[in-house]
C-alpha cells in the first residue's frame, strides 16, 4: 500500500512562488504533480522518473514550475514560480506503481492519490 501525504499548499499573489511537497512510502516509481480547477478536469502538470533524471512537464507551466524528489527523504518537491491566477487549483500528488521511467502526464496511469492541497493565486 502507497501512502502519498502532501504539505499544505497557500495563497500567494500573482507573479510569486510557492512550493508544494508530498512524501510517499514506495519509492521505485514515477511520481506526478496534477490539478483540478473547479469545473474542470483533473490535468497532469509535471512528473518525474524514479530516480530523478527525467522530468515530464504540461505546455502550460514549461519554465515556471519544477519537479524535483530527494529518494532519501522519500519525497516530491513542485516548485512552482511565476504563479498566474489560472494555476490555482486543488493540486495533488500521484504515484504509478507500474512505471519508474518514462513517465505519463495521464492520471489514467497513476494508482495512488494523495489528498490534494488547495493553491490560490490571486491577481
Known amino acids: 500500500q502507497v501512502q502519498l501525504v502532501e504539505s499544505v499548499g497557500g495563497s500567494v499573489q500573482a507573479g510569486g512562488s510557492l512550493r508544494l511537497s508530498c512524501r510517499y512510502t514506495y519509492s521505485i516509481t514515477c511520481m506526478g504533480w496534477f490539478r483540478q480547477a473547479p469545473g474542470k478536469e483533473r490535468g497532469g502538470v509535471a512528473a518525474i522518473s524514479a530516480g530523478g533524471g527525467s522530468t515530464y512537464y504540461a505546455d502550460s507551466v514549461k519554465g515556471r514550475f519544477t519537479i524535483s524528489r530527494d529518494n532519501a527523504k522519500n519525497t516530491i518537491y513542485l516548485q512552482m514560480n511565476s504563479l498566474k491566477p489560472e494555476d490555482t487549483a486543488m493540486y495533488y500528488c500521484?504515484?504509478?506503481?507500474?512505471?519508474?521511467?518514462?513517465?505519463?502526464?495521464?492520471?489514467?496511469?497513476?494508482?495512488?492519490w494523495g489528498q490534494g492541497t488547495q493553491v490560490t493565486v490571486s491577481s
Open positions: 500521484a504515484a504509478d506503481t507500474y512505471r519508474s521511467t518514462r513517465c505519463s502526464l495521464a492520471g489514467t496511469s497513476y494508482n495512488y
